[in-house]
């Protein structure tokens, strides 16, 4: 069979998916938009705050810069030669986050992440791993933060969400435990080209994290924390009576449910979740629209100029370190 003929196969599929995503954001954002009272929705934008609305994209852009050190915090221990700089991390980071609102969604910023860090001194299995680790850390800091603000929150959901999150942040420490043991048992076999890429994989993924995994968790819980208070910065500039806890916890749960790749760049996933997760806490389902629409406009926008970045970065690069 020629290669032409298998790559159809795959052709199709990646259409399918693409259409279901875009099938899904469409009844996901039909079914949140029926039944919404249009006079409401519009007093609630012609009385908003405008300040407010300029400190949630201040907080959201601190939450890609934040981003982008947690990124650098997990490179610089797998570089062979300098670290990165930080304008080249953060400026790579950036052009990412650009295809994260395009219909690829995170899967494309991710890709578009490991092109563009082939200037670094990294093999291609270290660049997918960082991105991957990088990746880890985002939903265990999210995980994190649920845990410590869902207890503010009086509700049998709440409770249910908080068990859910720590038995899967206990899975993923376990899990890490055990990358030192699993990279015992197969030593054995590792003059096997696919064995000997998942145990150097393992080694990097445990060095990586032993060297720089707290400190990437920490700028990883603060960017969390940031996206959090810029939900929180939007909802009062709507009469939003929810405390930037309650709202950090919300926003945390959403971004997970979020990071499904199931709908193109989180429409539609993330204005289902914010209504039902603020309707838990009393909020008009107008309100709740309102701030997760312009929760997604902002987002949009400010990560935009990423594409300009993306087109300036894809000149001269430095040649890549060998896979291994």
């Not at 929705?41 to 407010?52: E, K, M, S």
């Not at 009086?154 to 409770?159: E, N, V």
């Not at 400190?215 to 810029?230: D, P, T, V």
């Not at 929180?232 to 309650?246: K, M």
């Amino acid at each position: 069979m020629s290669i032409q003929e298998t790559s159809r196969p795959q052709a199709h599929r990646r259409w399918l998916a693409l259409g279901f995503s875009f099938a899904f954001t469409i009844a996901t954002l039909i079914f949140v938009f029926r039944g919404i009272d249009k006079e409401i929705f519009a007093r609630l934008l012609a009385t908003q705050d405008r300040w407010l609305l300029a400190a949630a994209a201040g907080f959201i852009l601190l939450q890609l810069i934040l981003g982008g050190e947690r990124w650098r915090s997990i490179l610089r221990p797998l570089t062979r030669g300098p670290a990165p700089s930080v304008a080249s991390v953060q400026s790579v980071y950036y052009a990412s986050v650009f295809f994260n609102c395009l219909p690829i969604g995170a899967v494309g910023g991710d890709v578009a992440r490991i092109l563009l860090a082939r200037r670094f001194e990294l093999s291609l299995s270290q660049t997918v791993l960082s991105v991957l680790v990088d990746r880890v850390l985002t939903v265990a800091a999210f995980i994190t933060l649920a845990l410590v603000t869902l207890p503010t929150i009086s509700s049998p959901l709440a409770t249910t969400a908080w068990f859910a999150g720590a038995a899967i942040l206990v899975a993923g420490v376990v899990g890490l435990a055990l990358l030192h043991p699993i990279e015992r048992l197969l030593g054995r076999w590792r003059h096997k080209p696919l064995i000997h890429l998942l145990v150097r994989m393992a080694e990097d993924m445990r060095h990586s994290v032993s060297h720089a995994g707290l400190r990437a968790l920490g700028f990883a819980i603060a960017s969390g924390a940031s996206a959090g208070l810029a939900a929180y910065c939007i909802g009062r500039s709507l009469g939003i009576g929810v405390g930037p806890i309650a709202m950090i916890a919300v926003n945390s749960i959403m971004a997970l449910v979020v990071a499904l790749p199931i709908s193109v760049a989180g429409w539609g996933v993330r204005e289902v979740s914010l209504v039902a997760l603020l309707g838990v806490l009393g909020v008009d389902r107008e309100a709740a629209l309102v701030l997760s629409v312009e929760l997604g406009l902002i987002n949009t926008l400010l990560s935009l100029p990423g594409g300009l970045v993306w087109l300036t970065l894809r000149g001269p690069r430095r040649a890549a370190v060998p896979t291994d």
